[in-house]
């Protein structure tokens, strides 16, 4: 009778330890990343694969790009490379195009060129000029006080274009919105189709 206890007792011994070690899928990758330090005021080219990002302000001075994929295979694929020059800044992205996404973080006080193939583009407050196209999906900018901006250039060949930030707002095809003001910044955006839209947050 103690035989056959001691037997049943290892038997759910190694089924539980069978059962804490089983495959349960594959492990996620630890999110990709990529750092350099950026001085404050300076401008920063980003050539972007297809894919989302979010930018926004960073809370020291560095580019920092963090990026995600839902499917750990391609997680290898992804990179960004930063590269500093004469006080300019590059970050160039590559990787799978479905289910990718990217944070940027940036010195607060950037000047910003964006080009982006294709995807959903995020820009948190930026206190710089804005040089913004982008191929195809939607691109949301916080723009903070119209009063910073000297002028205003929004464009979109297919979507919506909305500006309420600067009182305007328009929708179809080839629509374009222009504002002048007393400030110092420059935007200039465009989207090929999808919406453009320059948010307020003050």
């Not at 940036?106 to 040089?131: F, H, M, T, W, Y």
């Not at 195809?136 to 464009?155: L, M, T």
């Not at 003001?181 to 453009?196: E, M, N, Q, R, S």
Request: charged letters at 20%; hydrophobic letters at 35%.
């Amino acid at each position: 009778m103690r035989k056959a206890f001691l037997g049943l007792t290892l038997c759910v011994m190694l089924s539980c330890v069978a059962v804490c070690f089983a495959d349960n899928g594959p492990t996620p990758s630890p999110p990709f990343s990529a750092i350099r330090q950026f001085t404050s005021g300076g401008t920063i080219h980003m050539d972007l694969s297809a894919g989302d990002y979010s930018i926004r302000a960073a809370n020291d001075e560095q580019i920092r790009v963090t990026g995600t994929c839902r499917d750990p295979d391609e997680q290898a694929r992804m990179r960004a490379d930063i590269t500093i020059k004469n006080g300019v800044a590059t970050v160039v992205t590559g990787g799978p195009h479905n289910n990718s996404h990217f944070t940027i973080e940036v010195p607060r006080r950037s000047n910003l060129v964006i080009r982006l193939s294709a995807g959903d583009l995020q820009i948190g407050k930026i206190e710089g000029d804005l040089d913004i196209s982008s191929h195809a999906g939607d691109v949301n900018i916080e723009v903070g006080r119209p009063s910073d901006y000297r002028s205003v250039n929004a464009s979109v060949y297919a979507g919506d274009v909305n500006a309420p930030a600067f009182g305007d707002g328009k929708s179809g095809l080839f629509r374009s919105i222009r504002w002048s003001g007393p400030g110092t910044h420059k935007i200039y955006a465009h989207v090929g189709a999808g919406d453009l839209n320059l948010l307020s947050t003050d």
